[in-house]
């Protein structure tokens, strides 16, 4: 997958910060979201603007990190301990498919829209990237 997103420096002050695997597993499938307002279809399913297919196993594969040098996982319970809470917490919906669950990240919209963003001059964003030499 290429590309961007955005993600408002808000969450720094959310409590999801506080929470490692919350925060991993809530920034991927943000990330990972179809962001075309067509949306794509997968399999016969069709997954829409904010939304996400993905099985809890391959979730757990993906959130893959290290520890001493050793690889580890997030157990499958944990994973959809957190998911829940997600859901709880209205951060995400889940619906079962064939295919794996479908998570739908509530408020995409106002995650990805740049109008939902004050005191932001695009303008000038660019000229932040360069060096103080240039």
Known sequence: MKGAFQMS?????????????????????????VFSENGVMKGGIQIGRGQYLRSFRNLREDLLYYDNNAE???????????????VREERLE????????LFTVRNY???QDLSNYSGVSFEQLPNSHRTATE
Request: net charge neutral.
């Open 72 to 86: 580890k996982y997030y157990s499958l319970s944990t994973i959809k301990e957190k998911i829940d809470e997600l």
């Open 94 to 101: 889940i619906t079962v498919t064939r295919l794996g669950t």
């Open 9 to 33: 420096r808000e969450i720094f002050e959310s409590d999801i910060w506080s929470d490692v695997i919350k925060f991993r597993l809530f920034f991927y499938i943000v990330g990972n979201a």
């Open 109 to 111: 919209a106002l995650y």
